[in-house]
């Protein structure tokens, strides 16, 4: 194990007494002994993403980890998040600072649960939105982000019935794109996003009429009927960059890091309540605990990780697979703002 240059502290908390500029020195410093890379989500608190070598969404930031010589990947998200990273960075060790930072949407589904619903439709394909774990994207087909599902869905045979997991509103958005007849929907949900309510976006709008309305797909469909676009994060991402007013119908993270980028614009949050507490449960002191302790490492049996890539590499070459940053997604990197991928997920 390497040695850091900082004496390490035993606990949390005692992490949590330094200031925060003695933190992120820490942070800097070990992550170069360790040859690691941090990952920090979208949603993320701002001081975690300021530190964080990559900043955007679950399955980009994976595949930027998988394309780097790190040895260690640090991933500031939720748990199905580092799973995907391990799940493509098999030969990198993939620490989360805290395990209890677990998704609600992913947990709606098990293993064990889409193996019953797979027996009671054998002929079904089934369709698993990211934000799932590594066990049930092994039992899955083919996955899917919000920003690509309607498209993975459109390469299922007409005829074909889809178990699609767990988000029911992205599976309700994705039978109104197809026209789909066949779809069986998981009942799962994003609070966050479903919680979102209709009053909410008709306070937003009378106070900035001329603000275009974007929201993510896992919301609720009244919201998505009363959206000028309904789009993923990346997305919403690419649109704050051509417009100066928008509402946006998603986790306050992303907005939060949208009007730190562009300060000069208006960014409204559809709900000032859809904040993601298990996204919020990653510290920089738990980071720094984390990578002086080298905990907590991800782990999963290959079998399962093998069955997962190939789901998830199917959703790839249908969506175009891995593709080196154009110099404008480079441009927005070197902002900490990521123009590709999908979702919460
Ligand atoms: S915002 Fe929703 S989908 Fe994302 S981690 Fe939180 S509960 Fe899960």
């Avoid at 040895?71 to 960075?89: N, P, Q, R």
């Avoid at 007013?245 to 980028?261: N, P, S, Y």
């Avoid at 949050?269 to 990578?291: E, H, V």
Wanted: hydrophobic share 40%; proline share 5%.
């Amino acid at each position: 194990m390497i040695k850091p240059a900082y004496s390490p502290l035993s606990t949390v908390r005692e992490y949590g007494s330094l200031s925060r500029e003695e933190l992120v020195a820490r942070i800097q410093e070990r992550k170069k002994e360790l040859n690691a890379v941090i990952l920090g989500h979208n949603y993320q608190v701002v001081d975690i993403q300021d530190v964080s070598d990559f900043v955007g969404d679950s399955l980009a930031l994976s595949q930027e980890a998988a394309h780097t010589d790190a040895d260690i990947i640090v991933f500031c998200g939720v748990h199905f998040m580092a799973e995907t990273a391990k799940i493509l960075s098999p030969e990198k060790t993939v620490l989360m600072p805290d395990p209890g930072a677990g998704c609600p949407m992913a947990d709606f589904v098990t293993g064990e649960g889409l193996r019953a619903l797979k027996a009671k439709h054998p002929d079904a394909a089934v369709v698993t939105y990211v934000n799932s774990s590594a066990e049930v994207k092994a039992e899955s087909d083919i996955c899917c982000t919000s920003a690509n599902a309607v498209q993975v869905v459109e390469t299922i045979p007409e005829d074909q019935p889809i178990i699609f997991v767990p988000d029911r509103n992205l599976a309700q958005w994705v039978i109104d794109q197809t026209g789909r007849d066949n779809i069986i929907p998981w009942e799962g949900y994003c609070h966050v996003h479903d919680d979102m309510v209709l009053d909410e976006l008709e306070f937003a709008k009378e106070d900035h009429p001329n603000a275009l309305v974007v929201i993510h797909p896992e919301a609720r469909q009244e919201l998505l009927d009363r959206a000028d676009v309904v789009t993923s994060t990346s997305g919403m991402v690419r649109m704050a960059e051509d417009h100066d007013e928008l509402i946006i119908g998603t986790e306050r993270g992303l907005i939060d890091k949208l009007q730190k980028e562009h300060p000069e614009k208006t960014f409204v949050p559809l709900s000032k309540a859809a904040i993601c507490g298990n996204m919020k449960a990653n510290t920089l002191a738990k980071l720094a605990w984390s990578l002086d302790h080298l905990r907590f490492e991800v782990t999963m049996p290959e079998d399962i990780r093998v069955r997962a890539e190939t789901a998830l590499q199917k959703m790839l070459a249908v969506s175009g697979g891995w593709q080196d940053p154009t110099p404008e997604q480079e441009r927005l990197e070197m902002a900490g703002v990521r123009s590709k991928s999908c979702g919460c997920a």
